[in-house]
């Protein structure tokens, strides 16, 4: 147990010796969490309201008008003038932008899309929605894209590599043939092709791109069950009879995860772009949705308003970027084995 606490101490130390690489995760960890609390962050409904001695929790619950003393059974509108009025005795607490990732102003002092003001901090896109909403919603999709790819992908990579690399022969032979033909394969344009024929969602274009992210992985686990399944600590547990599901996930695993975690980040980077050059492209998620390669269609289309061109590069660069130095880190950390 101490020796496993001081090898997580060591390895911590050298990632955090590597200034980029801890910033670009401290980074990340802060937009993971603000994209996930999104909701409380970002909405045009109020986090809380305790009105005449009961508390309601909008963001959760849809309360008609007449619950806080209106006319209609409809859902309230809290952005409404008549509404605002109907509570302003009320306790209630907003979330810090007023805006939903869907929420369109119909009081715009111009015609969409509207450059940066106090009350839209990145101004609206051209559907008069707020562009930093949309972005916090973005980061949502894209992370957790990201991180859902990244984590199935190494669990399929490290499977079929530690069969091949272990087994070697016949297995070996036919699954380097299945994956230098499937790796052959154009995934952008395969997405394009099924798009055309299914509407695509979040978890299709997890499942399709998944198809394609774990075939990285697989080479270099491969290679270390390779390189260590003949090693004499091998043989010698062959010899006393130990099992191969205990050589594979004691002996051989360990070695092939080393290699396997450093690319992480960068699946996470490879799926982030896919899902970013299909929402550019229109084949992406479905339409509302908000997204990075959205916004930059958007920017595209709308010369005349810089801001959408330069908070979608700005957002995308600055999250491919930190994704990009957190994996050179963990490969600076993983360099070297402590002796």
């Known amino acids: 147990m101490k020796h496993s606490q001081s090898l997580f101490s060591y390895y911590f130390l050298r990632f955090k010796s590597h200034k980029r690489a801890y910033f670009s995760f401290i980074a990340f960890i802060f937009l993971f969490i603000i994209s996930n609390l999104a909701v409380f962050i970002a909405n045009d409904k109020p986090i809380a309201i305790y009105y005449q001695k009961k508390w309601f929790f909008p963001i959760f619950v849809q309360y008609p008008e007449v619950v806080f ?11 409404d003038d008549y509404v605002q009025n ?14 939903s990732y869907d929420s369109i102003d119909y009081a715009l002092s111009s015609p969409a899309p509207t450059p940066p003001s106090l009350k ?48 070697g022969g016949r297995i070996d032979l036919l699954g380097q043939r299945f994956v230098e033909v499937w790796s052959g394969v154009p995934l952008l344009f395969l997405l394009i092709i099924i798009s055309s024929f299914i509407e695509p969602n979040f978890w299709w274009i997890l499942g399709l791109v998944l198809a394609f992210s774990w ?7 491969r290679a270390e069950f390779l390189r260590h399944r003949n090693a004499d600590y091998i043989k010698i547990a062959r010899t006393l009879g130990v099992s191969t599901r205990r050589i594979i996930f004691t002996h051989l695993l360990p070695n092939a995860m080393v290699s396997a975690v450093t690319y992480a980040p960068f699946v996470m980077v490879g799926g982030i772009s896919v899902l970013m050059s299909l929402d550019f492209l229109g084949f992406g998620m479905e339409v509302g949705s908000a997204s990075l390669g959205e916004l930059l269609e958007q920017g595209k289309n709308n010369l005349s308003s810089p801001h959408l061109a330069l908070s979608g590069f700005i957002a995308s660069a600055f999250l491919l970027s930190i994704l990009v130095f957190i994996g050179e880190g963990v490969r600076f950390m993983l360099s070297e084995k402590r002796g």
């Not at 609206?124 to 992370?143: C, F, K, N, P, Q």
């Open 69 to 79: 003393g209106g006319d209609f059974q409809t859902e309230a509108r809290y952005s």
């Open 86 to 99: 109907l509570l302003k005795d009320a306790f209630v607490i907003k979330p810090l932008v007023g805006y």
């Open 120 to 167: 839209h901090w990145l101004g609206t896109d051209e559907m008069g929605r707020d562009v930093l909403a949309r972005l916090i919603y973005a980061y949502r999709i894209s992370i957790d894209f990201g991180l859902l790819l990244c984590f199935f992908s190494l669990v399929i990579g490290i499977c079929v590599g530690a069969l091949q690399g272990y087994y």
């Open 215 to 221: 075939m990285g992985i697989v080479g270099v686990v």
